[in-house]
């Protein structure tokens, strides 16, 4: 079972470039998440989405945006990167009552 | 809102040796507690969670941990750790009927020395 994948597993950036971030479950579940991870602070969220078509801010939503065309694919996408989005993106899936199953994640360094 | 808090942000410890990890958290409303390990390079792994019922929750890999409602607190133990234990361990919450959304603590990195 592949489970949650995320791609590409690694990016490197120019300040001011854009690019997409995709996760694909095969679980079935409704629930999509994105984190990011930052030495010392845990895991944030940054956006969520319940189900095909929707998609909600969470912790630290500012400078990404989301989208959930298909039930299986969460995209993360930063219009303008900037230093600060240097971070360790992963990806979670999970549904009703059900601990979230997540991806090995994707580092992004921005220059 | 909630938060959560890893008392530990590194825990040395010998193989074989007893090892407890502290999580202590706020909320004001009923939560769900996890525990997840992330091993080098990889994703986070569930170790265990508490929902309702029992308070000793055990989970994979020898680990168990106790949701002390009066102490808002939720302690992983293992009675002897491997070398292979070796990770970052996170502690988590989610407010019930929330869409599952998790609250991380900082994290604590486990290491265990031969």
């Known amino acids: 079972n592949a489970g949650v994948t995320q791609t590409p597993k690694f990016r490197v950036l120019k300040t001011g470039q854009s690019m997409t971030l995709l996760c694909a479950q095969d679980?079935?579940?409704?629930?999509m998440y994105w984190y990011r991870q930052d030495p010392g602070m845990g895991l944030r969220l940054i956006h969520y989405?319940?189900?095909?078509?929707?998609?909600a801010k969470g912790e630290v939503p500012d400078g990404y945006n989301v989208s959930r065309l298909k039930k299986q694919n969460f995209l993360l996408g930063l219009e303008s990167a900037a230093p600060s989005q240097t971070s360790v993106y992963f990806c979670a899936s999970s549904s009703f009552n059900q601990p979230q199953h997540f991806g090995d994640g994707t580092r992004l360094s921005i220059l | 809102a909630q938060s959560v808090t890893q008392l530990d942000s590194q825990v040395p410890v010998f193989e074989e040796a007893p090892v407890e990890l502290r999580c202590n958290y706020s909320s004001s409303v009923s939560v769900y507690l996890f525990w997840y390990v992330q091993y080098p390079n990889q994703g986070l792994q569930l170790l265990l969670k508490?929902?309702?019922?029992?308070?000793l929750v055990k989970g994979i890999n020898g680990f168990e941990a106790e949701f002390n409602k009066s102490q808002t607190s939720f302690h992983l133990r293992k009675p002897s750790v491997h070398i292979s234990d070796t990770a970052e361990y996170f502690c988590a919450v989610s407010l019930k009927g929330g869409y599952n959304k998790l609250i991380f603590g900082a994290g604590t990195r486990l290491a265990v020395h031969p």
């Open positions: 508490y929902l309702s019922g029992s308070t």
């Open positions: 679980m079935n579940h409704e629930y």
């Open positions: 989405s319940v189900g095909e078509g929707t998609t």
